[in-house]
């Protein structure tokens, strides 16, 4: 499932089929197939307006972000803190022997904060190898270098360094942190991923309590502002896609109870 998913998301993805119909059209233009030669890149040209320039990626993505707010850290203390990895960029840290962080970093930074607030907390850190033509790198061990180097105990971090996706993230990390009932258990990840995240671990028999970062928008204020660079565009909207797609997935297949788990 894991290599399935990899190989159609490379085609599916919105960037790619601009890509994708850009050659096609181009390829055809000298053919009989004018036609559709012309329709691929008028396909092209509307997915590039439409999804780099005006808000759609914005209007996906705002009801993932704002579907699980932060849990209230009144009452009892927190016993586990569980940061999934994706905000490392696992081959670049193997290759440079480097800290290399991309758009999701808060992900750790903010575990950081949080095993500082509660320094009696276990702290999981959730990643393994996503490549499948490259050299295998391993998310949890780029991840490791940067939390221990902003002080984090070494001690105190659990590695789970087998996970290859957000399903297996949950499967394995419940198996590593063995929560016994009644703890209570944070979980750090970007908040447009936070609703998809949060069904897998149900599912899992692993409550946990959410406790988004990396927001990509600063709220419904955004709804109406377009992109200055269509690049930037279609990279929210291949995340923001990806997300909707991985939900609808992951409740067919019944790896998640709700299509949009909810709190």
């Given at each position: 499932m894991f290599y399935i998913s990899k190989l159609a998301w490379l085609l599916i993805q919105?960037?790619?089929?601009?890509?994708?119909?850009l050659i096609g059209g181009v390829l055809l233009l000298g053919t009989r197939f004018q036609r559709t030669a012309r329709g691929a890149l008028i396909g092209a040209a509307v997915l590039v307006v439409v999804g780099g320039i005006l808000p759609l990626s914005?209007?996906?993505?705002?009801?993932?972000?704002?579907?699980?707010?932060r849990a209230d850290l009144s009452g009892r203390p927190i016993d586990g803190i569980i940061?999934?990895?994706g905000g490392e960029e696992a081959r670049i840290a193997a290759g440079r022997h480097v800290h290399a962080l991309n758009m999701a970093a808060e992900r750790m930074t903010e575990g950081v904060a949080l095993a500082r607030r509660y320094p009696n907390a276990k702290v999981v850190f959730s990643g393994g190898s996503t490549n499948i033509v490259l050299g295998p790198a391993i998310g949890s061990d780029a991840g490791a270098m940067v939390l221990e180097d902003l002080g984090l105990d070494e001690g105190r971090l659990l590695l789970e360094r087998r996970a290859r996706n957000t399903f297996e993230n949950a499967l394995f990390t419940k198996e590593l942190a063995d929560p016994k009932p009644g703890e209570r258990w944070l979980l750090v990840t970007s908040a447009w991923h936070m609703p998809r995240s949060m069904?897998?671990?149900r599912k899992a028999g692993f409550p946990v309590e959410a406790w988004p970062v990396d927001y990509r928008t600063v709220g419904n204020d955004d709804a109406y502002v377009p992109f200055y660079s269509p690049s930037e565009g279609l990279r929210r909207l291949d995340t923001a896609v990806r997300e909707w797609v991985g939900l609808a997935v992951n409740w067919l297949t019944g790896q998640s109870d709700q299509l949009l788990p909810a709190p």
């Open positions: 919105p960037s790619m089929l601009v890509v994708l119909l914005t209007w996906l993505i705002l009801p993932l972000e704002d579907r699980f707010p940061i999934l990895g069904g897998l671990f």
